[in-house]
Each structure stands twice: as C-alpha cells, then as structure tokens.
C-alpha cells in the first residue's frame, strides 16, 4: 500500500531525527536524492545532463534550502544551475553558501520588485530552463501562489520537479486555492503526504527519498495493483457457489430496469459464487444474467452474506419497507443511488442496522445525507460524514475517497474520467457488495473495488467515451490484470490468496 502521513506525524519524526544528527545533515540528504531525481529526468528527456539547464525557484524555508542543496550537487555534474531567490532575506543561508561555492548563480526577485514582472522572467531564465526546481514553499504554506512565483511559474515551459509537494498545494488537504504547480515529478522525502494522494494531478509521478523516519501507522492510504490482486477473492479446490458468499441485490424498478440489470452484472464479474436478485426487474436481469437467482420481493430472496440496496429502487414507502428490511438482515449493507436518499429521509433506520454499513453516494447524494456539500476538503469532509453516520463512506469520483468512523481512508485515483458515465454507479455497487459477501472488510472491500471498477473503465475506454455496459464487461479482465500484477510483485512471497 502506498501509505501518507500528515504534516505533524512527519516534522514530529523529522525533529526526532534532526535532535541525533549533525546539522543539515537530513537536508543534505534529502537533497542528494533531489539532484539524482532531476539527473535521471535530464537523461531520459534531454538525453544527458552536462551542460543542461537548470532554474531553482527558491522560496524560505526548508524546500527552498533543498533546492539550494540539490543544485549545489547538480552543479557539480557539470548542470548549469540558476537559483532564483523569492525570499531573499529568508533564504537557507549554510544551503545558500554550498550552492554558491559550486559555481552556482543566483537571481533576487522578491515580491513587489522593483524590477518588472517580465523583466525578472527573462532574467529568471525560466522560460528557456531544460528543467525547472519548485522549492518555493514547503509543508507549512497554505494558499495559492504570490504574484511574482505565480508570473514565474506561467513562463515555464519545461518539465517542473516539485520538492516535497507542488506549490500552491495544500499538503494535507490536497485543496488548490488560486495559483499552483502542475509537476510532471514530486520528489518527497521521509514518507508521501495526503498531497499526493488527494491532488495526483498536480504532483505528476511521485518518487519517495526515505529518511530513516520512525512513523506511527499511516490512516491514510492507496491501494496498489499488486495488492488488489492478492486481496481479491478467488475460489480454491474446496469452495463452491455458496462458500464464496451470496450477495444480494435490491435494485431497479419499473422506470429504472437497467439499475438491476447493472448492479447484478457487476456482482456477477466480481466473485464467481452466487448473485440472488429480489425486485421488479427480474426479468430484465434474467434476460442479461441467466446465472442470477431471481425473484420479486427482498423476503423470498433466502440467505445472502451482504445485500446491495438503492440503485434505481425509487424513494417510496416501498423502498423505504425494502431498506428497512436488509438493515435488519444481520449481514454488512452497502447503501447507493436512492438508498442514501431515503437514508438521508429516514436516519433511523441506518440506527437500527445490527451489522457494517457501506455507503457509495456521489457529490449530490453525500449533500443530502450530510446536510451540506462535500467543500474543498473532500477527505476531511468524507472522515467527518463517516463518524457521524458510523458507517463506511465511499465518496464516487475520479479521486475516489472512502473512510470509515475510526478515520482509516483509503484514496483511489482513476487514469481518467471514463467511469463518469451513467450507470457507472450501479455496476461499482454490485461490485462492491459482492466483495462484501466474500468477507472482506467495508474498507478494503470498497478501495479494492474502486481500484478495478476503475480499471475496468479505462479498459473499456480504449481512450474514447465509454458506457456503463461495456464497462460492466470488462470488470473481469480488469481483475485478470490485478491478478496477474501481484506475480510481478518481487517485494512479496504471498503468491496470492485462495479461498
């Protein structure tokens, strides 16, 4: 799992780590592993890196001395390296000092200058730079950037390595308000943030510098593909239909049949056990699915080991008596589309569940259930709604968000947004119900599901717009491929998991 730590979790480790060690010896060496970042990105774009040029932007404070540091080791592997002091009364003086004994040069253009704007930028050099250092502001910066970086930043044309996280960036939030860097690589140093996580677009590729930090367990996190593999239930030599659990599927109506139709075909490519469906649109899910065990009414369904409640189902007194009715199951829920209507109508009845609950609503939806919209901060506002409702809450998205009351999260990031499309919803719960079936936890249920449902998505895609349908279609081969991506993994012996 790729893992984060917030901004106090880390400066606490970091300060252990600075009381033992000499002084800028941690700076040194984050920033040699800095410099090896932009080296290895000057060969692979510019075919080499003597005789490149490189443009620091500096701000105060620790990212601006790493900068300073890393274009002191830059220089000396032949790379022209100009730094461009923000700050120049705050600037790293021992960083400072290094870069200059190396032959590096320096440009002052503080805020409010003297000089004008486009001057400083031709001065600057960053519109011809091979490659451009973001130090300008580090983890203790909020909101965007001032006006001389931001003009700075808008001239660059080559590719930006961010330090730490891109600029402008919130870095445990992920919010961008006004201004900000888009990196093409962010290179952290101890353990990645929420940053990375929650704003992938902006921070481009992310390579991690350890630091020898002693961390407490991360809250936060994304899973990889690799790992949804192994996660992923598979049947072994003594399973059948029944051992691999039974999900149930209470979706769909009259006006909305396809709802039914999507949330089984999606339960049906997750596990190879059983799908019992109990509504109106049996016999359009017959007609699609003929493996599902359908009948009309959630009380003749018989026994299932986690129920999928909402899409299509409509928010009447008879989706309100079915809703009641799978809480009541004694088995994990997961609540979608106009479940979480009726749940945001009716709370009490999410008080009387006797078993976990998953709750996958969009933007919309999550508005209605909380009473307020999601905000910038998606992943606060996602842990916030999770303990109030205690229940697991899976925000939809092209970054996924999923937390649950005791504040564990998960994130998953799309390749893009092919999944934004309708239906799209319906086939991710059936997914998600039938992992829940087969004993996985809401939360990894819900970020291993997210991960090939996504997947799935790009696959059906193929780089053109994409519909529900043939993204249902694709969830097995979307599997096939996490599957196959844990046989790729050296870092583990776990061959993978059978059932």
Not at 476 to 499: F, L, M, P, V
């Amino acid at each position: 799992m790729l893992e984060a730590h917030d901004v106090a979790a880390v400066r606490a480790a970091e300060g252990a780590v600075l009381a033992r060690t000499p002084e800028n010896a941690l700076m040194r060496r984050a920033a040699f592993g800095l410099a090896t970042t932009v080296l290895a990105e000057l060969r692979t774009r510019c075919g080499g890196a003597s005789g490149r040029q490189v443009v620091l932007l500096v701000g105060a404070g620790g990212n601006g001395g790493d900068a300073l540091w890393a274009g002191h080791f830059l220089q000396r592997r032949g790379v022209g390296v100009r730094a461009v002091l923000l700050s120049p009364d705050k600037t790293h003086a021992a960083a400072l000092r290094a870069f200059l004994l190396a032959g590096g040069q320096v440009v002052t253009a503080p805020e409010d200058p003297e000089v004008p704007v486009p001057e400083l930028v031709d001065t600057a050099g960053v519109a011809e730079a091979d490659l451009v250092v973001d130090g300008i502001v580090g983890l203790g910066a909020s909101g965007g950037l001032r006006p001389t970086a931001a003009a700075l930043v808008a001239a660059v044309r080559a590719p930006i390595v961010a330090v730490d996280l891109p600029s402008g960036v919130h870095p445990d939030t992920g919010v961008v308000q006004g201004s900000a860097v888009r990196a093409a690589v962010t290179v952290t140093f101890g353990s990645r943030k929420p940053v990375h996580l929650l704003a992938a677009s902006h921070c481009g590729r992310v390579e991690l510098v350890p630091l020898g930090l002693e961390l407490p367990p991360a809250t936060l996190g994304s899973l990889e593909r690799a790992e949804v593999g192994r996660l992923w239930p598979v049947p072994g030599r003594e399973d059948d239909k029944y051992s691999q659990g039974v999900v149930g599927v209470a979706a769909g109506s009259a006006q909305y049949p396809g709802a039914a139709v999507l949330a089984t075909s999606g339960a049906v490519a997750a596990t190879s056990g059983m799908v019992r469906y109990a509504g109106t649109g049996a016999d359009a899910v017959l007609a699609h699915r003929p493996e599902v065990v359908a009948v009309s009414s959630v009380a003749d369904a018989g026994r299932v080991q986690a129920w999928v409640v909402g899409p299509g189902l409509g928010t009447g007194a008879e989706s309100v008596a079915v809703l009641e009715h799978v809480l009541a199951a004694g088995v994990p829920v997961l609540v979608d589309a106009d479940g979480t209507t009726v749940l945001a109508e009716h709370p009490e009845l999410l008080a009387r569940r006797t078993a976990p609950v998953l709750l996958t609503p969009h933007a919309g939806e999550f508005a209605r259930l909380v009473g307020g919209d999601v905000g910038p901060d998606r992943l606060g506002a996602v842990r916030a709604a999770a303990r109030r409702l205690d229940a697991t809450v899976l925000l939809k998205g092209s970054t996924t968000i999923i937390a649950t009351p005791a504040g564990d999260a998960l994130v998953n990031v799309a390749a893009g947004g092919w999944a934004a499309t309708a239906g799209s919803g319906d086939v991710l719960s059936g997914v998600l119900g039938a992992l829940l079936a087969s004993g996985l936890d809401p939360l990894t249920a819900a970020g291993a599901g997210a991960h090939v449902h996504a997947l799935a998505a790009e696959l059906a895609a193929a780089g053109a717009p994409t519909s529900a349908t043939p993204l249902a279609d694709h969830l097995s081969e979307a599997i096939r491929q996490c599957r196959a991506a844990q046989h790729h993994d050296t870092t583990s012996t776990d061959a993978g998991r059978s059932r």
